[in-house]
């Protein structure tokens, strides 16, 4: 057991920190203030501006850097899980986001795909210029996934035909590509006649129409009907009807550390309430306050140190063969991780309301849509309103890929053997 | 950065899981819960002699000069078994002795400390019940070539086998409270020494040791003058990181026990791990414990190489804290009304857990702790 990194994880942690360092000098002014209110992708400005930071990042070769060494050419050198959760870590320090999906399509295609679709769309992935939107989620099939209706028929001329209605499409109206999941096979079992195709998002038939969600401008969703689309034959990932179980052996996502970005916002929650006083007394002062806040940076120091022994576990059963969803072992971790995030991040959104008190309800988004009466929202950071926003915003956050009470349910049957 | 066990510490875990398998079942601990004494004197000596008092001190004295990481293994293995023994407040006044004890000292007591011969105990928590140096108000005055003891500590475990307490005093008031308090060895046969048995919902082996003019030579104070904090203060950083290990091994055995009552237990015709409401408590237990664990690891590491680990120490008991909690209570709920039961073991753990929990500090006195480290 060690805490520290080797000296070639220092270099690596380095050259990330350097790059970032320099990165987010270049981004438009307010963006990091958007950022945070997760409205980049509706400013053209910022939006244009991420891609085109995604694509220098692409440039150093940190897209594909965690991809199998069979695809050394589009990049892929098997980076290890700890480089690939350093630079996550950097990301997240300096409040980076690549482009929406830019290696959504990366996995599936590179452990599935045809020979001829990893040409065309690997070296893309890998160079930043792919966006892509899941199109997984219908209205009767959240977590349970294999309640799908939207179907792709198999033409005379091989092509599909798509026929149906994809919701909670995230940046949809921003992304070229869809992560499409239908139905191949009408006639299977549920779960065996599923397929995964790559869908570009400019095919004739598909209407992307804004679903707008209590963040207001914030995140922006969207519902997507394919009305016949035809999407080639060449398009298809994988097996036909095999998509379940594929889905499942996405191999090429690389590492992350949870908690980071939940962190640098805690520490500007904290300088907050270490500024501002009430009573003549700084809020940081009140025994009550400390204890809330205390309490929530615990949790996250747990978050984060389980985090990377989840990564330094992946490290050390590289090469091993490994099963399940997102790398075997870390079925669990991952889970645990996900579901700590997700129950972090309200519970931290209702203690900062908690700790304002009444003020904490003035909506300040600076950038985007200046409110009225934005003057009276208390500033965290830079970013006026935005507890009021970050409130707004945690009924979306510890929702999207299953509910933490979703993933009790799967840590308690597949990880700890519950019946069912 | 590994935080995952290499091959020498999952020997030790093994060796140390099925040594107590086999020689510290729950009717083991049922029996010496009951006896006078509290721990089996044949089992102390053979965890002697397999070198677990020993682990962590230097080869020079009889250790095996093993890290506080190694250590925490063991002590997850303790708990799991919730072994009765005088290991603990052996070990740390070991520790102590160790960080600030003369050369004269150190010769003496710990090669007997490591081979099992001489049982310590901390003379340390007093009715102000608190681990802060602000808390010691038992004084010990000068006189001539020896030291008069007055006061009373509380919580002071196995003063009735104790061969030694390591009694924490104030020896002068002045600016910090951390800056009065020296240490000094006493035997607990000394005259003016009365030792009361406190009762305790783990009915562990605890006093009341008053101390009424009790004189100790000089010789007997352990480091300096007025110096003693600092080490013990060290001393109690470790505590709380084994503390928090062991209270992962005690969660870890009721959540394995409480699946396997889920699986086996039918009500309303179905087992009872099929309902959520089941499941997401044991759940919550594995999620605190998997936490609980890293971040005891995490401490051990960062007290290993000599930081301050002030955070680290504040995360890891404030989460195992918890954890204790957690496990004792949600455990209980899933055993319903059988777990009440004297019978049943979960009662056993719930018990100590509680215990775990509040000793060397409860949850909310560590957030304190953590506010305090990240300069809040």
Known sequence: MDLHFTAEQEKWRKEFKDFLDEEVKKAPPGYFVDDIMSDIHEQDDHWNWTCEFTKRVGAKGWISMGWPTKFAKYGGRDASPIETALFSEQMALHEATLAYGVNTLGGPILTHGSKELQEEFLPKIAAGEITCMLGLSESDAGSDLANAKTRAIKQPDGDYLVNGHKIFSSMGHRTAYTLLLAITDPNARKRYGFSRFAVNLKSPGITISTWWNMSGKGHHQNQVFFDDVRVPARNLIGVENQAWGEMNRDRGGGSSITGIGMKVLFNKFVKFCQETKRNGKPLSEDPVVRHKLAELGVELDVIIQISWASVTMREKTRGRPIEGVGGGIHTSASAILDMMRKEWTPRFAIAATQIVGPLAQVRGNPVSHLQEGAKWAPVVGDMPGWIERYYRGHAFDNHRHGTPEVLRMILATRGLGLPR | ?376
């Open chain 2, 1 to 376: 950065m590994d935080l995952t066990l290499n091959e020498e510490q999952q020997m030790l875990q093994k060796m140390a899981h099925d040594f107590l398998e086999d020689k510290c079942p729950p009717l083991v601990v049922r029996r010496l819960e009951e006896s006078e004494l509290g721990y089996s004197p044949d089992m102390w000596r053979e965890i002697a002699d397999l070198g677990w008092v020993g682990l962590i001190f230097p080869e020079q004295y009889g250790g095996s000069e093993l890290s506080l990481v190694d250590l925490t293994i063991l002590y997850e293995e303790m708990g799991r078994a919730i072994l009765p023994s005088p290991y603990t407040p052996t070990v740390l006044a070991g520790l102590t002795i160790l960080a600030c004890g003369s050369e004269e000292q150190k010769k003496e007591f710990l090669p007997k400390i490591i081979n099992g011969e001489s049982i310590f105990t901390l003379a340390l928590l007093e009715p102000s019940a608190s681990y802060d140096a602000a808390g010691i108000a038992v004084t010990a005055k000068a006189s001539g070539d020896d030291y008069i003891i007055n006061g009373t500590k509380l919580l002071v475990p196995n003063a009735h086998i104790a061969d030694w307490l390591l009694c924490v005093t104030r020896t002068r008031g002045g600016k910090t409270p951390e800056g009065g308090i020296t240490l000094f060895l006493v035997k607990p046969k000394n005259p003016g020494i009365t030792v009361e048995p406190i009762s305790t919902t783990a009915l562990d082996k605890q006093f009341e040791v008053t101390f009424a003019n009790v004189k100790v030579p000089k010789e007997n104070m352990l480091g300096k003058l007025n110096g003693g904090w600092a080490p013990l203060a060290r001393v109690l950083q470790q505590a709380a990181v084994l503390q928090s290990a062991e209270i992962v091994g005690m969660s870890q055995k009721v959540l394995e026990i409480a699946i396997d009552w889920a699986k086996s237990r039918v009500v309303y015709e179905q087992q009872i791990g099929v309902y959520q409401g089941i499941q997401h408590k044991l759940v919550n237990m594995f999620r605190n414990i998997e936490g609980a664990r890293v971040m005891a690891w995490t401490a051990a590491l960062v007290l290993g190489e000599g930081l301050p680990g002030t955070r680290e120490v504040a995360v890891t008991k404030a989460w195992a804290s918890q954890t204790a909690q957690l496990a004792g209570y949600e455990g209980h709920q899933v055993f319903a009304g059988q777990g009440y039961m004297q019978e049943h073991d979960m009662q056993l753990y719930s018990r100590r857990l509680k215990a775990a929990e509040l000793n060397l500090g409860q949850a909310d006195y560590h957030f304190e702790k953590f506010a305090q480290a990240i300069e809040m």
